[in-house]
């Protein structure tokens, strides 16, 4: 192949499937299911606590069991809802929900189709939780233009931890680092990640969000219809 880059390390979330829709789904149906109010305050606290601790989880100051076994009690501290469930148990529901989403960003699977027929090898590198990623990108139809999922849970290590990353090049075909990319949207675990290992990578900033200097895409993109001008640009 003629093409600058040979493989793709795509994230899932918000890369190529569409997590904010995922989410309100597999929300709004555990808070009815425990009787929650379903406000959009209530939601909107929810996905703060979240963040919050995904953000702690990337700096490794929580660990992913006590992510699951907190966030609810957060959430329902936060919002001073009452309730003998135990949260552990709405978590688990919650997750089996999510893992029934697999909705995808606009034009992603036509994307992954086209790479996959032009030859490049395709990865997913994500920090979700396997079960739920495994059923959420069979659901998507992203699943079979992937060689691999790399989910962090499984590997033991988080973007942007530099051991995910050698444990990914180290597990994918090509060999010459040149001829890797990486897409992803957050620039705390997937450009920090990429920089750190000194793969090249795209930024995908979905949110409009403001780029600091700390992290260096090599490309910005605003859809992820826009790898194709990366992938195939002149070279
Ligand atoms: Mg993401």
Redesign the pocket.
């Known amino acids: 192949m003629a093409n600058k880059y040979t493989t793709v390390l795509f994230?899932?979330?918000?890369?190529l499937l569409d997590?904010d829709k995922d989410e309100n789904c597999a929300l709004t149906r555990t808070m009815e299911l425990y009787g929650v109010p379903v406000t959009e305050e209530n939601i909107a606290a929810y996905v703060k606590i979240n963040q919050g601790m995904w953000k702690a989880l990337e700096r490794g100051e929580i660990t992913k069991p006590e992510l699951k076994r907190t966030r609810f009690r957060k959430f329902f501290d936060a919002i001073g809802f009452e309730t003998d469930a135990d949260v552990f148990e709405v978590n688990e529901k919650y997750l089996s929900l999510l893992g029934e989403g697999g909705n995808t960003l606009t034009g992603a699977v036509d994307l992954c189709r086209e790479l996959k027929e032009k030859g490049y090898d395709l990865y997913i590198v994500?920090n979700g939780i396997e079960k739920t990623q495994k059923n959420r990108l069979t659901k998507s139809g992203l699943l079979p233009y992937f060689t691999e999922i790399f989910v962090s849970e499984t590997i033991g290590h988080q973007k942007p931890k530099k051991e995910y990353f050698d444990y990914v090049l180290s597990h994918i075909k090509e060999k010459d680092i040149g001829k890797i990319i990486l897409v992803?949207?957050?620039l705390t675990?997937?450009i920090k990640g990429a920089n750190q290992s000194g793969i090249t990578c795209a930024w995908l900033n979905l949110k409009g969000q403001e780029l600091t200097e700390e992290y260096k895409p090599d490309y910005v993109i605003n859809d992820v219809r826009e790898v194709r001008e990366v992938l195939y640009e002149k070279q």
Do not use: C, H, V
Request: charged fraction near 35%.
């Open positions: 994230d899932a979330d918000n890369t997590f994500t992803g949207d957050s675990s997937d």
